[in-house]
């Protein structure tokens, strides 16, 4: 498949190392030559350095044989004029990034596939709609669904005196549970097999499942791990994606968001109703005491500052909270959740 890319920050850059490793024919579009150089070395796509609004910029890297024009500036006025041309030059399929939650509602009456843009994502939304996830099913590392959430795949850890522990494949599968899921993988010892019948799992494995939405609760119990219900929620950072965060929880959960921009503060209380909107430093575990984050079941921190996302997780992490997420923006990081 051949793939253009229209901006190399952060999103284009992942996407091109994510693409690249499935063989994919990428190139990658930027004005900036030296972040076009940093692409180069550690991704195996081709560059091209100029304006992706450019009729010629898109031509020389092959729009009109592109299966997906995908465009991810910092500028969505940008990204949607890149996908329209994009689309009259021949691209099959083009995709832009916006930063307006506007442009995703159902409710208006805008066709943008008539402007030749065949689908619209908001980094920031689909964040929030990960950590609501994430949330739910806070007791797994990690989960995936499937089939509009008729099955996920869950990865466990097997715990000290687990049912299935030390237990092979043929086992398990005659243990007598009333579960319907598939081990699909298992992670010992660094390293990650297929099972088979008569591969066992042992404590502290990483076990990979596939099993259907009602049975998740079972599934907890049979790996040895105690369901984590999260019902307080602090998160750091009045940013947009914090505030979309806020609002897609509020309603279900008790929330606490924390912005060290008191102005910032009285324009999120007044937006944010049945949100507790706290004015602080968040970094100062002192105050983070006094706001209770020691009964707190989850915190969320996204601020603009990778490294402080981090270091507050690991710190709150140690007061006992048992779900911490951070917003990392540093590609060069892994580490997004705990």
Not at 235 to 256: E, F
Request: aromatic share 6%.
């Amino acid at each position: 498949m051949r793939i253009i890319i229209a901006g190399a920050g952060e999103i284009g850059f992942y996407l091109s190392q994510m693409l690249a490793k499935e063989s994919h024919d990428i190139v990658v579009i930027d004005k900036n030559r030296d972040i076009l150089n940093w692409v180069d070395s550690h991704t195996d796509v081709i560059t091209t350095c100029g304006d992706s609004t450019s009729i010629k910029t898109l031509q020389e890297a092959g729009a009109d044989r592109a299966d997906l024009l995908i465009a991810v500036t910092q500028l969505q006025e940008t990204n949607l004029l890149i996908a329209a041309i994009g689309k009259q030059l021949g691209a099959k399929k083009t995709i832009a990034r916006v930063d307006n939650s506007e442009y995703l509602r159902t409710d208006i009456d805008v066709n943008f596939e008539i402007l030749g843009i065949d689908s619209l994502i908001y980094p920031k939304c689909l964040a929030a709609q990960e950590i609501d996830w994430v949330l739910k099913q806070a007791t797994a590392k990690s989960a995936v669904e499937f089939e509009d959430g008729k099955l996920i795949l869950i990865e466990m850890t097997i715990e000290k005196d687990a049912p299935i522990d030390n237990k092979t494949m043929v086992e398990i599968g005659q243990m007598n549970i009333g579960l319907d899921f598939r081990i699909v993988a298992v992670a010992h010892q660094g390293k990650t097999i297929i099972p088979h019948g008569y591969d066992k799992v042992h404590e502290g494995d990483r076990i990979f499942i596939v099993v259907n939405r009602e049975s998740t609760d079972e599934l907890i119990n049979l790996t040895g791990n105690q369901k984590i219900i999260i019902k307080d929620i602090m998160i750091l950072g009045g940013s947009r994606l914090g505030v979309k965060i806020a609002q897609q929880l509020q309603n279900y959960y008790s929330v606490k968001l924390i912005e060290d921009d008191r102005k910032k503060c009285v324009e999120l209380a007044n937006f944010l109703t049945n949100t507790l909107v706290l004015h602080g430093d968040g970094r100062d575990m002192d105050f983070l005491m006094e706001e209770n984050i020691d009964k707190m079941d989850a915190f969320i921190a996204v601020t603009g500052d990778s490294e402080t996302n981090m270091l507050t997780c690991l710190s709150v992490k140690e007061k006992g909270v048992k779900k911490t997420i951070a917003l990392i923006e540093n590609m060069s990081y892994t580490i997004s959740s705990n």
